[in-house]
């Protein structure tokens, strides 16, 4: 019905302010009250000048008999009526009026046209009517559905109908389903007012438009939802005659229940507590403040914490009693706590370190955090579903294809039980590999890389090669390996063993070679290998083409990884489609800035599994990213910080942040982009506002997690804003300690503390030479900065991590040592274990005070 009818009839019946107006948004549901009470029955059943003005016309009704008095008794003229649907209205009316009582309240309501006695008169009609569609003769004409017996889906073009009597029958329809829910619109406003005081006041506030969830950004507008709901409801019941149509109109009660507990719920009148924060709800400081209040005032009525001088210090609930030494113990530590903080001049909160290390980055025996790098794919792939495919698109028939294989991946799957040698093994390897995709794809190139370790000396990724050494490390059982050399019984521990695993790289970039020039000699398919040779071929990349070995230059060079020689070898190749398989996440990631210099369609085979493909169109995770993600709109250098933030995060370089994964870092950068990367600084490794933009990532996720502790500050840009002292680095250290003052009241161990601005300014460095590292794979010479000076120290052709400065290991020694002074402790016990192996780190500041591409900053700023 029009908005404009519903507020004429509302303005001429109940003379209402329409500025007044209470409307409701699921109001569907409360104006079914066919099934109510007798009197309500009565007083619905009683007739208005609508419905009389709208049916008067209508040749069936007698004018003359039905008046405004009687309208709600009116029939059909069954003596006179000629016509079959009005005839199969009545007797559909008739069936269904022995099934429940109730269906005649609701004919007496919508005015129908049928009435007991109607019913009583018009039992001939069954029959009648029957006998009328059975003879052929009868001018009421034979329905073509009769003999399928599918009278369910008459029409009027089933019974012959003329055209004058299908266009009255229309009439009829739309009148009485105008004029019924015209006449419904009193009782639903009157049913409105029945609510409770709070619904009302919260409709009469202005409530035109509401999202009844409050989580999916939709909303619907109440006139239309009331539109909607009542037409589709008020239809069904007068022109479905049906069990379900009459069952939803019948049981009125359990519906107004219902909708009366919806509105109070989601409009908080109800629930204390909510999963979302909404408008209406009450604040978090606000609802702890309250129950704060309702335990003082319970505390003061209890006997629980009666103080009483003459009691010993005691459990609080058990009230047993500490012994001497305890009581002791705990005096001591506050007396202590209390005379360090005047004699440093430090507040006491800044003593509450005990442990050197930053245990968010590391574990006690300075080992790195380690995560789950694979999580990124995950949350890129929920963010931007349309990049991940299930297969490569077919390419034109005149472009070239080149697979790039990641080595180190396929040498995991297992030989078979019918392999005997290595021979078996590497033909097996040769086959599900290099022939399934040439065939698969009709490649005109197939490279297979390898990693060769510590290519360039001593790496950062040697601490996680150590870390995956989990196997019980086997002696070394084989030298060399051949063709015919018999395979091990246990492969994984044979590979477990990193000079064995060298040993059967170098065998199959051998086996593979040779296997290729009969393969490939009469094909035009070009199969290249690097990284797995030793001899002087260490560099070079190796190639068979038509028959002939011959170097691929193009592609030679000193790669220590083969995650980045990936994309030395896709810049390189003439084909017009790259396929390259890695299950690593951190081939993508490298490449993400790199693809869009390629000018080459490139796809990451994520997953090879006979059910189970997933690839990642690079191309598509571009325009994802810079096109479509609103939230990173107007981010210079986006694709870089996306890279950036994968490697800040953690990686097999760097260490991870406990408690920090991937999605949280990814959610956070999302949603607070453009107060963390600033003035495009965020991209900036060289200098000091990368530095700042990093220092604003790692507090906005710590500002994150901890939300309800930075009341009343609901950003962290908001608490950034509230910082005045100093200059922009001061600022920025201010912030760091504001957020690790709050952090003291909500952890419980060092272990969940943000690490402080100097242990996250190593961090940054790391991870800035990893950044630098990955840029340089489309490069065939790789020259990497000096890792001494890049947060790592090497002792005796040993990498070690630098976690933090002397001067705040110097800080916590000190503090644990006051501490325990007198104590009966050992403070060479006492100490972290790493304390004792840390390398002299006494000219830290002087060594890493130097003007180079990473360090930048004076020796008071670390």
């Known amino acids: 019905m029009a908005n404009g009818s519903y507020l004429r009839y509302v303005y001429f019946n109940f003379d209402m302010h329409l500025e007044n107006l209470i409307c409701c948004p699921y109001c569907y549901n409360n104006f079914n009250s066919f099934s109510r009470s007798d009197a309500a029955e009565d007083q619905l059943s009683k007739t208005t000048e609508y419905l009389f003005s709208c049916l008067e016309n209508f ?26 649907l009005h005839l199969l209205c009545t007797d559909i009316a008739d069936k269904f009026s022995n099934s429940s009582s109730t269906f005649l309240s609701i004919n007496a309501r919508l005015g129908a046209g049928i009435s007991k006695d109607s019913l009583r008169r018009d039992r001939k009609l069954e029959k009648g009517i029957i006998q009328k569609l059975v003879n052929p003769d009868d001018k009421f004409g034979l329905p073509q559905v009769k003999k399928q017996n599918k009278f369910s889906d008459m029409s009027p073009s089933d019974l012959k109908e003329t055209a004058a009597e299908i266009s009255e029958w229309d009439e009829f329809y739309r009148s009485v389903t105008k004029q019924n829910y015209q006449r419904l619109i009193p009782y639903h406003l009157a049913d409105l007012h029945t609510f409770p005081e709070p619904v009302i006041q919260h409709f009469t506030a202005g409530c035109f438009s509401v999202s009844i969830s409050g989580k999916h950004l939709y909303s619907v507008a109440l006139d239309e939802a009331h539109e909607m709901e009542i037409n589709l409801k008020s239809k069904n019941a007068l022109n479905s005659f049906s069990q379900s149509s009459l069952a939803n109109l019948t049981f009125y009660l359990p519906y107004r229940a219902k909708t009366l507990h919806n509105l109070k719920s989601e409009l908080q009148l109800e629930r204390e507590e909510g999963l979302y924060q909404r408008e209406g709800t009450m604040s978090y400081v606000k609802n702890a403040e309250k129950t704060v209040c309702e335990y003082m005032s319970n505390l003061e009525t209890s006997s629980l914490f009666d103080i009483n001088c003459n009691e010993h210090l005691h459990h609080i609930f058990t009230r047993t009693e500490t012994d001497h030494e305890q009581t002791d113990s705990l005096i001591n530590y506050r007396k202590k706590k209390i005379a360090f903080s005047k004699h440093s001049g430090n507040a006491v909160k800044d003593l509450d370190q005990f442990l050197q290390l930053p245990r968010a980055l590391c574990d006690a025996e300075g080992i790195p955090e380690k ?16 990049a991940f495919l299930l297969q490569v698109p077919k390419a034109p028939v005149s472009s070239k294809t080149t697979v790039i294989i990641d080595g180190m991946f396929i040498i995991n799957t297992s030989p078979l039980a019918s392999h005997q040698t290595f021979g078996d093994y590497g033909d097996f390897l040769f086959n599900r590999w290099i022939i399934k995709y040439y065939n698969q794809y009709t490649a005109n190139e197939v490279h297979l890389l390898f990693d060769d ?8 990724k040697d601490i996680e090669r150590t870390r995956r050494n989990t196997v019980v490390q086997e002696p070394v059982v084989r030298t060399c390996i051949s063709s015919d050399t018999p395979l091990l019984s246990n ?5 477990a063993v990193r000079h064995q695993k060298r040993l059967l790289v170098n065998f199959l970039s051998e086996y593979f070679l040779s296997l290729s020039l009969t393969y490939f000699s009469t094909n035009q398919c070009c199969f290249v290998t690097a990284g797995g040779f030793d001899d002087d071929r260490k560099d070079r990349a190796i190639s068979i083409l038509k028959g002939q ?9 000193n790669h220590e990884e083969a995650d980045t020689r990936v994309w030395l070898h896709a810049s390189v190749t ?6 390259i398989y890695s299950p690593d996440t951190d081939v993508f990631f490298i490449g993400l800035p790199l693809v869009s ?14 059910y189970n493909n997933s690839f990642l169109s690079m191309d598509k995770l571009v325009k994802c990213i810079t096109l479509n993600d609103s939230l990173l709109q107007g981010i210079d250098s986006v694709l870089i910080c996306m890279q950036l933030l994968f490697i800040y995060s953690g990686c097999d370089f760097v260490s991870y942040f406990r408690g920090c994964g991937k999605k949280t870092f990814f959610d956070v950068f999302r949603k607070h982009a453009s107060f963390i990367v600033g003035n495009g600084s965020f991209s900036d490794v060289h200098g000091h506002n990368g530095l700042y933009s990093f220092y604003r990532l790692i507090c906005s996720v710590y500002f994150s997690k901890h939300r309800a502790a930075f009341q009343p500050y609901s950003t962290p840009k908001s608490l950034f804003d509230s910082i ?37 300014k190593l961090h940054w460095m790391r991870c800035c030479w990893v950044f630098d590292y990955w840029s340089q794979s489309t490069s065939n010479t790789h020259a990497l900065s000096d890792l001494s000076k890049c947060g790592w120290q090497i002792t005796d052709n040993r990498l070690e991590i630098v976690w933090d400065t002397v001067l705040n290991f110097q800080k916590v020694e000190k503090t644990v040592e006051w501490y325990t002074k007198g104590c009966g402790y050992d403070t060479e016990e006492f100490e972290d274990p790493v304390e004792v192996e840390q390398p002299e780190l006494d000219g830290l500041v002087e060594q890493l005070d130097q003007t180079d591409d990473y360090w930048l900053f004076s020796t008071e700023e670390i």
């Open 491 to 495: 492969w994984r521990n044979f590979i």
């Open 59 to 84: 040749t069936i009704i007698d004018t003359e008999k039905v008046t405004t008095e009687n309208i709600d008794l009116f029939f059909f003229q069954n003596s006179q009526c000629v016509q079959p």
């Open 597 to 610: 210099d390629l000018n080459k369609t490139v796809y990451v085979q994520l997953r090879d599994s006979p």
């Open 549 to 557: 070995v011959v170097d691929y230059d193009l592609a030679s060079g």
């Open 453 to 460: 370790p510590n290519r360039n000396g001593v790496s950062p």
């Open 724 to 760: 005045s002292e100093g200059d922009l680095h001061e600022k920025h250290i201010s912030f760091i300690s504001a957020i690790r003052e709050k952090l003291w009241e909500r952890v419980v161990t060092e272990v969940e503390m943000m690490p402080n601005h100097e242990a996250l």
């Open 371 to 386: 995560g789950q790098k694979a999580t990124a794919a995950n949350v890129f792939k929920n963010i931007y579903s349309d």
């Open 574 to 579: 003439t084909a017009d489609q790259v396929i």
